[in-house]
């Protein structure tokens, strides 16, 4: 049986006193400290001595300079907006959802006895739960039906530039979904939409919305766990319905930002993006502060961008394309600087603003033999359970059993069965992922899903469970199975478990007779190669002996009990030692080329990836020597005058 089983430095500086500013100093005498403190100004910071202030400002400076480069390439911001930050190929993402259930609440939800203390924090340590009910649940609805009468007072500045950004992306005839929506959503003034449906929190405010077309009362903070929005009429607006999604200065509320960006996913057509604008963290907190969570107070502006950013990567993954981050701050506005920012702030400076925005991905209709696990991989991007590090794993190791599939009968069941990952997988994240590695889950999910009669029914998961330890396992089957099987190495149990399950629920009496014969034939399989064997370590024949006995007995039609113990018993110890060899050769060559699989699909990406880049610098090249252009208004090929400065398109003033 198998065994189941961050910290921000804060610098402050504190000048109280001269003497305690001159203590950083060097020694001097007394004299020259008292002529020298005479001839300073009242003001502390300017106490402090050149030698000390000095190379702090330059590295304040130069901290605030590498902050605000862009991490994105030339060639990337030239057919963007203006303000591109973060460009498609800068973000960086752990392997699994990385903030745990109180990121996202509100301090009136936080459970004071359920705090973390900072020694907690520190160690790792995680909070014990008091089994009392959270009596604080923060409803949506009730606080901004309540608000409904306070004024947000969008500086003039930040809506010229989302109203901006909005020109670059959509486009008249567009069918709009915007969630968050109030009375003003930033659209350009010429835009002419099909359709723009508003989600929000209250009616009232939508209806004096003059863009919006229908809108729907929605709390975007009920959701359906690693699903998405709960919500009959957000359902009914359907899938692959809207060609563009906005979200403005919401995502600073959300509980369950990864349910609502899944929602969003299987609203937008293939190819449709979807724009997040946000503004700096203290633009609205004297109004509606008791609505924002815990990560909006944490987390700084260029945080809040890259926590947006994950929203996306762990809602769909892959199956978003595009995804980019842009900094539409108006010039005048306060960045955060540190201590001299704070000194100098200018009141009337609106406030920073954001956009990420990301497009969905085209998911592919039919099976493409030339890139089995793109397509594969497409087919899990909304899979729920399955964490992004889960997805990673699995998708190489079903691609090669698609692969080794010799019918297209059984390879078109595999693709069918992709559904039942999720309840493999609800049961895997329950295991000691010491005793039982990331890897090894992923090929056992695999192993299951490429066989032809796996169809993860209730029955078939739980005679998993049972044999993983995850329940109590039957008198019967699992608790001898797991008996008399305990020499074997974890990898090798695995690799019988995925044999053996598929095998239950099908309701074929000679199935469950297979089963039987499995089951009682174990023990004088092993015996008979005891025998032969006197020397085998007792792993190797368990291992042995038990898949030689289920390869053979537990389909139905291969051979009967007696039978294989007959076959068995002809068989000295040369053949025995034989098969053992080529059985374990099977599993370095299986692990070889799986890695050369690997490989090559890599290769295959870095030749598309060279080639994209090869080609991007022949249109450049020719953009920038090219005479002859094409003249969207004529419809024509006009001759470009070219100037000093290069060439100014006759289509252009």
Known sequence: MLVSKHISVGVVLLASSLTTTYAFAPSTSSKARTTSASTQSSSSLNALPPMIIGPMIRKMREEKEKKNMPMATADESKNEAPGLRVGVRSWKWPPVWPYDKDFFKRKSEMNAKNAPSPLNMMTGAMPEANGEED????????????????????????????????????????????????QESYLPDDLKLNRHVGVGAVKSQMDQNPSITESYVVDLNDVVADTGIKSVEFSNLGDETFDAVIMANTIDFL?????????????????????VPFLGKDAYVEKFQDAFTK???????????????????????????????????????????GLLSNLNKDEGAPCNAYVVQAKKNVLEEEVDEDDI?????????????????????????????????????????????????????????????FAFSFSMQAQLAADLVGDPDFTGSDVQINNMKMGLGLRKPSADFWAPVGKLTAAMTPEDK????????????????????????????????????????????????????????????????????????????????????????????????????????????????????????????????????????????????????????????????
């Open 295 to 337: 990560q909006w107070f944490d987390m700084t502006d260029d945080q809040h961008m890259w926590v947006c950013g994950s929203f996306f990567q762990f809602s769909a993954g892959e199956g978003w394309e595009g995804l980019k981050g842009f900094d539409i701050s108006p010039e005048e506005a306060k960045k955060e600087g």
């Open 494 to 653: 695995v690799n019988l478990l995925a044999y053996i399950v598929p095998r239950f629920g099908s309701d074929n009496p000679a199935q469950t007779d297979a089963l039987e014969s499995f089951v009682s034939g174990l023990e004088p399989s092993f015996a008979v190669i005891r025998s032969k064997c006197p020397d085998m370590k007792e792993g190797d024949v368990q291992l042995l002996g038990s898949e030689l006995l289920a390869s053979e007995v537990l389909k139905p039609g291969r051979s009967t009990r007696e039978e294989f113990a007959e076959w068995l018993g002809a068989l000295n110890e040369n053949d025995l030692t034989s098969i053992l060899a080529k059985r374990k050769n099977y599993k370095t060559e299986a692990q070889q080329e799986l890695k050369a699989y690997r490989e090559d699909i890599e290769a295959e990406a870095k030749r598309v990836e060279d080639r994209r880049k090869m080609i991007q610098e022949q249109v450049m090249d020719a953009r920038e020597n090219r005479s002859v252009i094409f003249n969207p208004k004529t419809g024509k090929f006009e001759e470009a005058e070219q100037k000093k400065e290069g060439f100014k398109l006759p289509f252009t003033s």
């Open 135 to 182: 009596e604080n649940v923060f409803n949506s609805l009730k606080y901004w039906e309540e608000k409904k009468d306070v004024a947000t007072d969008l500086d003039e500045r930040v809506a010229a530039n989302i109203k901006n950004h909005y020109s670059f992306y959509l486009r008249d005839g567009m069918t709009l979904l915007e969630l968050g929506a109030a």
């Open 373 to 433: 696990e793109g397509y594969i991989s497409s087919r899990l991007w909304m899979l729920p359970t399955l964490e992004d590090r889960d997805k990673k794993l699995v998708v190489p190791r079903l691609a090669r059993a698609y692969e080794l599939l010799d019918s297209q009968e059984d390879k078109d069941k595999m693709m069918q069965h992709f559904d039942s990952l999720p309840k493999i997988y609800a049961s895997l994240i329950k295991m000691d992922q």
């Open 255 to 275: 509980n369950n930002p990864r349910e609502v960006f899944k929602s969003c996913w299987r609203a937008l057509k293939p190819g449709g993006i979807m724009i």
